[in-house]
């Protein structure tokens, strides 16, 4: 895929078959999960057939999808439990007087459930022109809005469609798996190419995302 700052429409890679998924897209930039491993040997991600998510009413078929695994959730919990007790000793100046309060012990098991949560719940379907999180969607080829935004050390993507349906999503998600990143990238340069969606600078630089050939600041 190319890297330059600006991209003609004849140039755009095909778009996939809804029903076939082909051809698919080239390998996309933007992406910082090189290191994963193969789909097969990810222990980190959901490989249950039975969890698998289902396309949006009427959209093509599902071709790529990512959950976190039970086990990557759990330890994430644990991770963050250990985090909230250094955190809450060391604003204590190391006195562990605190942890005689029995009620510090559930307040900081909430908070680890609540991050294995956020990690159980998060669930992305890709098809050939949709993206699916939970039960929001919007048609890829079809954005008219793309905003990328740091929240929480990490950047979102927010993404509006022509029918007016928003998602936002965490980028990190969305590139757990490479094949589903290629298919949304293609959609997201389509949009802005020969679409013409609305961005933001962080969109481009992030991501490397070319504007439309021709295109004034």
Sequence with gaps: MTDRIFLAASELPPKPDPISGEPRPPRAPGFNKEDKPPKDQDRDRDQSIRRMPTPPEGEGRMLEWYRHSQRNAIFSGLLAYAFIVIGVTLMQGFNLTWMTFWWTWPAMALGALGVYSSFRSVECAVGAEWIKVGKMWVRLYELTEIKARHRSHSIHLDFKDSSGRELTIKSDDIQEDRDMWDLVYNGILHS?????????????????????EGWQG
């Design 192 to 212: 802005v190419i020969a679409g013409d969606a609305k961005t933001n600078g962080l969109v481009h630089s992030a991501f490397k995302v070319p504007r439309p």
